[in-house]
Nanobody, 115 residues
Framework: QVQLVESGGGLVQAGGSLTLSCTASGSTFGINAIGWYRQAPGKQRELVATITSGGGTVYADSVKGRSAISRDNAKNTVYLQMNSLKPEDTAVYYC?????????WGQGTQVTVSS
């Protein structure tokens, strides 16, 4: 079992920045990748960014160029830094870990970007 806890969400003005954190605990050995997803009201959950155990990264087109996903293996933590935030970035952001083809989800953290 893997437990994920997100933090760092909150209210930020458009154009501002924030950093989300996802800390994994439990059976963290063997996690292949950790990704950030978001879901806005009335919208489907969508991929924001992922990082693999080897350090490879993938970004959604909507955040490419203004976001960065990184990891600290010693802390079992993955970060998502987002800059130049837009109102359309408003969503609940979820952390997901994949271990042996099984997905584990965090509870989510709310990000609200005011215009």
């Amino acid at each position: 079992q893997v437990q994920l806890v997100e933090s760092g969400g909150g209210l930020v003005q458009a154009g501002g920045s924030l950093t989300l954190s996802c800390t994994a605990s439990g059976s963290t050995f063997g996690i292949n990748a950790i990704g950030w997803y978001r879901q806005a009201p009335g919208k489907q959950r969508e991929l924001v960014a992922t990082i693999t155990s080897g350090g490879g990264t993938v970004y959604a087109d909507s955040v490419k160029g203004r976001s960065a996903i990184s990891r600290d293996n010693a802390k079992n933590t993955v970060y998502l830094q987002m800059n130049s935030l837009k109102p359309e970035d408003t969503a609940v952001y979820y952390c997901k870990a994949r271990r042996q083809l099984l997905d584990y989800w965090g509870q989510g953290t709310q990000v609200t970007v005011s215009s």
